[in-house]
T-cell receptor, first 114, second 110 residues
Framework: DGGITQSPKYLFRKEGQNVTLSCEQN?????MYWYRQDPGQGLRLIYY???????QKGDIAEGYSVSREKKESFPLTVTSAQKNPTAFYLC?????????????FGSGTQLSVL | EDQVTQSPEALRLQEGESSSLNCSYT??????LFWYRQDPGKGPEFLFTLYSAGEEKEKERLKATLTKKESFLHITAPKPEDSATYLC???????????FGTGTLLAVQP
């Protein structure tokens, strides 16, 4: 079945530690996205990429980094500079990243701070 | 400034009791409005896209409608499996940015 796979499902971060969230898709989509979901808030865009080796900052990119070395993969690193990392992280993809395209979401990663 | 408000925050219905969820929005030149369903601990799942005022779309017990300032998600004779959080997201026509609402948590009791 085609889809988006996020791993791990749960992740714990220690003080000062960088952690990386994995996102893989087999939908052959060009565009991929990372969103953060906090209780009582709408989804907020962290980073997005419309093509391999290129990505753009979203609304809340500070403290995060990404790479897009392969079309299928878009890992997100939560750095120690992100002071409030506890949240539910969602990876998504769309066919080309054009306007009005629906997003396909993964099952998410819950990140917590120890 | 782009804004979206969903109401109510939570809604409890009896099985078969129809109701509507509201999404009020303010965006620059609406390009489209998306509805998603999200189950606990999962990612959102696409339901509908509406593009212009007066448009309606249906899927099983759900019908989405759009005006210039609001969208409604009507649920007819809901079943317990319709229980989920429903998210709306208007898309700003100037930036193509999706503005997600905080969602309505729907619980349908048998």
């Amino acid at each position: 079945d085609g889809g988006i796979t996020q791993s791990p499902k749960y992740l714990f971060r220690k003080e000062g530690q960088n952690v990386t969230l994995s996102c893989e898709q087999n939908l052959n989509h060009d565009a991929m996205y990372w969103y953060r979901q906090d209780p009582g808030q709408g989804l907020r865009l962290i980073y997005y990429s419309q093509i391999v080796n290129d990505f753009q900052k979203g609304d809340i990119a500070e403290g995060y980094s990404v790479s897009r070395e392969k079309k299928e993969s878009f890992p997100l690193t939560v750095t120690s500079a992100q002071k409030n990392p506890t949240a539910f992280y969602l990876c998504a993809s769309s066919i080309q990243g054009a306007a009005n395209e629906k997003l396909f979401f993964g099952s998410g990663t819950q990140l917590s701070v120890l | 400034e782009d804004q979206v408000t969903q109401s109510p925050e939570a809604l409890r219905l009896q099985e078969g009791e129809s109701s509507s969820l509201n999404c009020s929005y303010t965006v620059s030149g609406l390009r489209g409005l998306f509805w998603y369903r999200q189950d606990p601990g999962k990612g959102p799942e696409f339901l509908f896209t509406l593009y212009s005022a007066g448009e309606e779309k249906e899927k099983e017990r759900l019908k989405a409608t759009l005006t210039k300032k609001e969208s409604f998600l009507h649920i007819t004779a809901p079943k317990p499996e319709d229980s989920a959080t429903y998210l709306c997201a208007p898309q700003d026509g100037a930036t193509n940015k999706l503005i997600f609402g905080t969602g309505t948590l729907l619980a349908v009791q048998p």
